[in-house]
Structure formats: C-alpha cells, structure tokens
C-alpha cells in the first residue's frame, strides 16, 4: 500500500494519432485513365436489347 507521501502512480494516456494520413492521388480525383485505350476497344459498339427492333423497324413507323 503507497504510503501517504508518495505520489499517485501515473495514468495511463492513450497515444493520439500521430499524424493526419495525406490522401492518395487516386483518392482525391479517382481513376482518370480508362483501362483500356480506344485503340484496344472494339469499334463496333455494344448491343442491346432493342438493336433488333431498330434494324427491323417498319418504315411507316419513322427512322
């Protein structure tokens, strides 16, 4: 048991961060460049669903 003239053991402190973490590049504007470049890219564009109707489309239904 301390005796009465000695002084309180010290608290323990919890470390704050040290220093603030700087953000990356890539965090501030993103990813600018694609993956693949447009000469990689095949040039015939993706289809969809409705590429069929427009190629088969009546010609009294407007174009």
């Known amino acids: ?3 009465p003239d000695s002084p309180p053991p010290p608290r ?4 704050p961060d040290p220093a603030p973490r700087r953000p ?3 965090e ?3 990813d600018v460049l694609p993956d693949t ?3 990689e890219r095949d040039p015939t564009p993706a ?3 409705d590429d069929w109707y427009e190629q ?3 010609p ?3 174009g």
């Not at 323990?12 to 470390?15: E, I, L, S, V, W």
């Open 1 to 3: 048991m301390p005796t």
């Open 12 to 15: 323990p402190t919890r470390n």
């Open 24 to 26: 990356t590049l890539d």
């Open 28 to 30: 501030i504007f993103g």
């Open 37 to 39: 470049t447009k000469d």
């Open 47 to 49: 289809k969809t669903e």
């Open 56 to 58: 088969n489309r009546p």
């Open 60 to 62: 009294h239904h407007g």
